[in-house]
């Protein structure tokens, strides 16, 4: 009996074949086999054929690119009946959501770190300005979107610049508790080379302050007894005058817009986004 005579498994061999030059294809081979819909949308979310290349040069960056590419390789809408967002929208609005929130978040911090002092707030708000800047540079740069991308990055300086000056303000607009004070003598200090005059009160239980802010002369009417606005943890001056009387409504106009703007300004993105999907998606030329 004759040896069986042993034969090559080509499928088995082209099967390898298959693989390595899966493993072999570039980033531009990937990205040229994406719908053209699909080039598009990444693009427009900032994950470009550039912004591709530089994620393949690190370490496990094929694989990265090709996890990528995989949400945009169907060529059918990724949505399912049920679903109102499908990957690529998902993608393109979690850049300006995660702005909004950076924004959010820094002004909370600038506005507790008031309790310490304008200056600290706005030492606050300047630092984590940072963390809002390097969100935004995370959003997309296409039609509009470098516009509002910057336009809420200034809405945020504007309000913690406000907010820095006017949080004294806003915290015994907040907590305050308005009593009846006696004017007493005033201090005097010397500041920037000239002779400075600080009103001061006597509360109720006896103790002197300096008012929060010298918005009157005082040196005439000590023994006046007058309304103030009372910090009941002693942490701010005593603020002559009523509740309403407290504040700028110029500064409050100021940060009433910059806050409309903060968060109109990403809502206004992600919405032109979605438009212009949908007139790529129709066929109508962006």
């Known amino acids: ?20 030059s899966d493993d072999e294809r570039t980033v531009e081979d990937l990205f040229a086999e994406l719908p053209e819909d699909a080039q598009r949308t990444l693009e427009e979310i900032g994950m470009g054929l550039p912004e591709l290349r530089r994620t393949a040069a690190g370490e496990g960056g094929m694989r990265k690119v090709r996890g990528i590419l995989s949400e945009f390789s169907a060529k059918d809408d990724p949505r399912r009946p049920g679903e109102d967002e499908g990957p690529a929208q998902r993608i393109a609005v ?39 800047v390097l969100a935004a540079l995370g959003t997309r740069e296409s039609r509009g979107g470098l516009a509002l991308r910057w336009l809420t990055v200034a809405a945020y300086y504007v309000l913690i610049l406000v907010a820095a000056h006017t ?5 015994l607009q907040l907590r305050g508790v308005e009593q009846t004070v006696t004017i007493t003598a005033p201090s005097h200090q010397w500041a920037h080379g000239a002779r400075q005059t600080y009103c001061r009160v006597r509360l109720p239980d006896g103790s002197v302050h300096k008012v929060l802010r010298n918005r009157e002369d005082c040196a005439d009417r000590a023994g006046d007894r007058t309304t103030a606005v009372i910090d009941p943890s002693g942490r701010y001056g005593p ?19 910059a806050a409309a703007v903060l968060v109109l300004a990403p809502a206004s993105a992600v919405a032109l986004g979605r438009i212009r999907r949908s007139r790529q998606k129709d066929g109508v030329a962006s």
Request: net charge negative; proline share 4%; charged share 15%.
């Open 167 to 171: 949080s004294q303000d806003w915290y």
């Open 94 to 132: 979690w850049p300006w959501l995660r702005l909004l929130l950076a924004a959010v978040a820094g002004f909370l911090v600038t506005e507790l770190a008031g309790l310490l002092g304008g200056a600290v707030s706005l030492l606050a708000g300047v630092l984590c300005g940072i963390g809002v």
């Open 1 to 20: 009996m004759d040896d069986p005579v042993w034969t090559p498994d080509h499928s088995s061999q082209e099967s390898k074949d298959h693989v390595a």
């Open 239 to 257: 603020f002559i005058g009523s509740k309403s009387d407290i504040g700028d409504t110029v500064e409050t106009a100021v940060a009433l817009g």
